[in-house]
């Protein structure tokens, strides 16, 4: 199966009209730099717990209220 593979779309790049395509709904151009908005991808974004400098419950020091 080829489950957790990003789909790869198309799109019109909404700075310039070229096609560009994206994984998962996310796109660049490489034509004008325009990229959409990462929320408008298709959700399955890795969440905070995935970056590395995101602080930790549990590690000790200073946590953000
Ligand atoms: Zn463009």
Redesign the pocket.
Known sequence: MDEGGAEITTTE?R??G?Q?SGLGGRYA?G??G?VNHWSQGSGDLPGPEADPDHPRPGRRGRTPA
Request: proline share 0%; hydrophobic share 45%; net charge neutral.
């Open positions: 790049c700075g310039c070229a560009v151009c034509v004008c325009w």
